[in-house]
């Protein structure tokens, strides 16, 4: 595909797109020697699903694929800045945590510093209309947006005199695009070579991409304030958008599908050994042969991931189709077979599943995962350590729609927004696909039947690593249909399968214990410690399901009166219990939001509140429960009439009981803390230690945290 307007574009990347690179998941991902080539070829993607061309309704709105709108409200007359394009952020060192902002960036609800110039212009150029379907969280559907703009994708406007069409130091708009950590590095290649002249619609323009898990953003689109959210967002799924939950009057954000930048089947990576002993050399097996095989199953997360929930989804289907009259009990037969399977394979990254997939043996887990990332993991290996498993009965695309946040209530430079939509529309979408994607593609919306047009025979097994498999089991793939594209699992089925799988699973119950004394009013990015915490806190609390009990303190010296350090924000309670006329998930919500005015003078008395947190804790032990407390500080303990460091850990060691444990998850943020100490604590319980001086990670951390409080 020919590249487009740009100056000194040739059809070929400039060096510095060339040299742009990225890690994330611990691969590497990096643009091929050449981008023309399929680099994709030897994984056995059916023809059907590669060009599907079904179309979509989308809340009784028809969406065609592709989709292009011009314009959105007008333009914003270009900027004068120079581009300055950010370095690839290192998702080696930094998997999942954000990408520190610009300093303009705003810290709420205020006007939005990355709009340098509100006036709308009127784009100079007239094109084709694109239909977008609003999604909206919280509020009425506003209706379709269309208007005469530039053609198709963002140029650079050369019929501007030279010194107008230059951009020089001066403000410029920086666009902050949250992306799934498995399609940034395609964001940030196709973002890399912005020209020194500004983008016609837009202006000037700096691109930010921050590779962020999709849970974490949906979070932060349901509870913080509008000036700190993205200006475009891209997760794995559209599912994603049905699970934000609705803001307060008045706070609306509307999200605007503009559609599918890529997509990805899922399969399951297996060592060649293994998929021989099942039997899946030849035949490729079904959604329920592969879950219930009786490996274990490497997955970090099952209900707050799109591979996971999809994979639910997908098995659900699959035993329906399957069983007799008693569905019902045998569905919770499977559904507790694959639970038990999840914890005995339980991981904490994609990577570390590929790695104990391709170690092999007896106990070797099977990886859920898409093809792209099989991609990325194999294809430096001479023989693929693993094979890629499609099952027969129903194909799952993850489509990573372009989903755009209307931020127009805060400043929002919309023509800047809409020049990188454009760029995005063709070559992200170019760079997508040299990295290991498929074009992206309009799926059936949940309520509906899937419309695929087909799917043409395909191997289970690519021509590559065939022999592989043959010489550890000597059968030849066999030609097999592998179903029908499946939709998307709807908002109702994404609930009923969470609920279904916690059933099965041992809930959390967890103490959150936040740190209140006067330091966490030091600076921290565009806020303060204080504002990070809550802010961080009040996201996180998306990873809790109903079955979850959750309580709340906040600590600091003689904070809840004499020598009690801590003092009780919202007691210990079920998510779904009345707290006073309200749930207790938006009681916690409310009682983060009063962090900052009720700091508190004095020091950090952190051993006494974690000794006192973990004796609450193991005092109303749950047995089928994980029990754990989870402290927040950005310091040190300091408390002079307090225990000391020894006492505290010889007291931890004392008072533990290998029949109701608690563990300590401690998570620091700051230069001044003491990272020692809190290793030290976490330790002592079996817990894991957190640590970053980074506000724009913390989030990130605290939902690690909260995800593996535990070593075991």
Known sequence: MARHGRAGDDGERSPAAQRASTVTGGSETRPPASASADPFAHVPLDDGQRRRTARRAHRGRVLDSPSRVEGWLGGIEPAAAPVNVEDPWDHEQHAGHEKPRKPEDPPGDV????????????????????????????????????????????????????????????????????????????????????????????????????????????????????????????????????RIAARPQGQEVP????????????????????????????????????????????????????????????????VRAAAGPNVSSDLRAVLTSVAGSIDEGRVTSISEGFDRAEAGGATAPIVPTTAQQWFLRTRDQTTPATVPIRPRDGQVLLDYPLVRVDRSAVGQNQAAVEGVVRLLEGDGRDAAQALGFDPGVDQPMPDQTASATGSAPSASL????????????????????????????????????????????????????????????????????????????????????????????FFAIGMGGGSQDFTEVVP??????????????????????TLTERLTMGGTGLNDTVLDAVRTVRDSYVPDATNSVVVLTDGKNDDPNGIGIDELLATLATEAD????????????????????????AEATGGRSYVTDRPEDFQSVLFDALRNPTTG
């Open 255 to 318: 999200l605007l599908d503009i559609g599918s930048m890529a997509s990805s089947p899922l399969i399951f990576a297996v060592d060649p050994a293994s998929a021989g002993q099942l039997g899946w050399a030849g035949t490729p097996p079904t959604w329920r042969d592969i879950l219930t095989s009786g490996r274990p199953v490497a997955l970090a997360d099952l209900t707050s991931s799109a591979v996971g929930f999809s994979a639910l989804a997908a098995l659900r289907s699959s």
């Open 658 to 681: 290998p029949a109701r444990p608690v563990r300590v998850a401690t998570v620091g943020i700051g230069e001044d803390t003491d990272a020692a100490d809190l290793k030290r604590i």
């Open 111 to 242: 006007p939005d510093d990355r709009n340098p110039d509100p006036q709308p212009q009127r784009p100079r150029a007239r094109a084709r209309p694109r239909a977008r379907v609003p999604v909206l969280a919280g509020m009425v559907a506003v209706g379709m947006l269309a208007i005469a703009g530039a053609a198709g994708r963002a140029w650079v406007d050369e019929s501007q005199p030279a010194a107008q069409a230059t951009c020089v130091p001066a403000s410029t708009t920086t666009v902050v695009v949250a992306a799934d950590p498995t399609i940034a590095p395609a964001i940030v290649e196709a973002t890399a070579d912005l020209g020194a002249r500004p983008l016609d619609p837009g202006g000037c323009v700096t691109v930010s991409v921050i590779a962020k898990d999709p849970l974490q953003t949906a979070a932060e689109l349901s509870t913080l304030p509008a000036g700190t959210l993205p200006d475009l967002w891209i997760p794995d799924s559209t599912t994603w958008l049905d």
């Open 462 to 553: 690519p021509e590559a690593v065939a022999p592989v498999v043959q010489e550890a089991a000597p059968v030849t793939a066999a030609p097999v249909d592998l179903g029908p594209v499946l939709p998307p699992p709807s908002k109702a089925e994404v609930e009923v399968l969470i609920s279904d799988i916690s059933d099965l699973t041992r809930p959390a119950r967890v103490l959150m214990v936040i740190d209140a004394s006067v330091s966490m009013r030091a600076m921290a990015g565009n806020g303060t410690r204080a504002t990070v915490a809550r802010d961080a806190t009040k996201s996180s609390m998306a990873l809790f399901s109903d079955t979850a009990t959750v309580g709340l303190w």
């Open 572 to 593: 210990f309670r079920p998510m779904t219990a009345d707290a006073g006329g309200v749930s207790q998930r938006e009681a916690l919500l409310a009682g983060a939001d």
